[in-house]
């Protein structure tokens, strides 16, 4: 028998094949406009409940006499918004031992229902309109669970094209971020050639000009403090161009400008600064060397203007695939929300900071950070390739301060 598939949701499938029962329901079906389809076997039945129907209407005769083992299997593997209705048409009169084996054969049907024989078409209607009732319920729920679904789904791809289009940007901008770095830094290094070799240069032919003046002229007021404002002049852009981009960073490298720049804030703040270096440390690639200047640099600025610490330890060590430099305060730290917020999304400490993390992220390393009262750490660590074998320094480690310069080998 062929099963239209179309439209099948709330027909009323009929197994009755023993008598007149079958085509008596049917009529009274039709009577009422209940679409209902009669099948010949058991077997047909859960053909057509897999297709589609709203109820089932079933002889006692047929469970009596065929296994219900498949029917009741198919019922168990329903969707969970589902319950099919089914009405099964007893005899009348007294429970007998039969009649109670038959209701403990149905049980695993679930959603059954019982009519007594003879039947009363206004009660089988009422019954056989109760359960499309609860059927059309069962669609409904079906329905809103499908849409949910789809929903689900749609805001599943667009989560997943927003997540992707968030990567994109976020890629974009640590690019842009690193170019900026870069650009940065080409450009300290410019202004500080051009302080150098142009500014500097004509300050000094400027003082050259006032020294013969003041020889062939005397010791003016006026001239004197002219070469005091030259050599000041001097003093000033010599130190600007070498905080800019100190030469010894492409000279001698990391390890000899970190020295000259340490010595020099030690004097400059007034707080105790040491520099713990190994001895025989390598030269590192020039964008780690720079990177890692411009992190100390950075570090060093933010004790000075922000922790309140008296002393300030840097460290540096190396080993066969990492190199790590370490910055440790004892001032004030870090406000606790500040640090969090910095952890989850990288903001709201200013740009010193989020550079810092930048810079290390472009270099493939990790940029950590822990703060306390008792003060913050920062480290930076960086992916070393062990295969480079630069040029040896050698290198002693120096506590500078304020006062006069100590020095003490590892």
Same mark, same amino acid.
């Given at each position: ?165 968030? /990567?994109?940007? @976020? &890629?974009?901008? !640590?690019? %842009?971020?690193?170019? *900026?770095?870069? $650009? ?5 290094? =410019? ?95 020039? /964008?780690?060397? @720079? &990177?890692?200047? !411009?992190? %100390?640099?950075?570090? *060093?600025?933010? $004790? ?5 610490? =008296? ?100």
């Amino acid at each position: 028998m062929t099963i239209d598939a179309a439209n099948n949701d709330l027909r009323v499938l009929i197994l009755a094949p023993f008598g007149k029962d079958g085509s008596l329901i049917e009529s009274v079906l039709l009577e009422s406009k209940i679409e209902s389809l009669r099948v010949p076997s058991l077997e047909a039945l859960t053909n057509a409940i897999a297709v589609g129907a709203g109820a089932a209407i079933v002889t006692e005769e047929v469970l009596q006499h065929m296994s219900i083992g498949v029917l009741a299997k198919l019922l168990a593997e329903q969707p969970p918004w589902s319950d099919f209705p089914i009405i099964v048409l007893t005899g009348g009169g007294m429970s007998t031992a039969a009649t109670e084996h038959a209701v403990r054969s149905r049980a695993p049907l679930g959603n059954v229902a019982l009519l007594e024989r003879p039947l009363r078409p206004a009660t089988l209607i009422s019954s056989v309109r109760t359960a499309l009732a609860a059927r059309q319920r069962q669609y409904e729920i079906r329905d809103h669970l499908q849409k949910r679904a789809q929903a689900e789904e749609a805001l599943r791809r667009a989560h997943d094209a927003l997540e992707s289009l968030v /990567e994109q940007r @976020t &890629a974009a901008l !640590r690019r %842009l971020s690193a170019r *900026l770095l870069r $650009v940065q830094d080409e450009e300290r290094r =410019r202004i500080a050639r051009e302080l150098h070799d142009s500014l500097g240069q004509y300050l000094t032919a400027a003082k050259i000009n006032l020294d013969v003046l003041a020889r062939t002229k005397g010791d003016g007021a006026y001239l004197r403090e002219a070469q005091q404002l030259i050599d000041r002049a001097i003093s000033d852009t010599r130190t600007l161009s070498h905080l800019l981009h100190p030469p010894l960073l492409d000279e001698a490298g990391f390890i000899s400008a970190a020295h000259w720049y340490v010595e020099g804030f030690g004097k400059r703040s007034g707080i105790r600064a040491s520099l713990e270096i190994p001895e025989g440390f390598e030269r590192l690639p020039s /964008e780690i060397e @720079t &990177a890692l200047f !411009r992190i %100390l640099q950075e570090s *060093l600025t933010n $004790v000075h203007r922000h922790s309140a610490s =008296r002393s300030v330890e840097v460290r540096l060590t190396r080993d066969s695939s990492f190199v790590t430099l370490s910055i440790q305060d004892h001032g004030k730290g870090i406000p606790a929300d500040t640090l969090d917020r910095f952890k989850k999304t990288g903001t709201n400490v200013g740009v010193g900071l989020a550079g810092m993390r930048e810079r290390i992220k472009e270099l493939g390393g990790t940029f950590h950070l822990e703060s306390g009262p008792k003060g913050t750490l920062l480290k930076a660590i960086v992916p070393v390739s062990s295969a480079e074998k630069p040029q040896v320094t050698r290198s002693v480690a120096r506590s500078y301060s304020a006062g006069p310069v100590t020095y003490h080998a590892l």
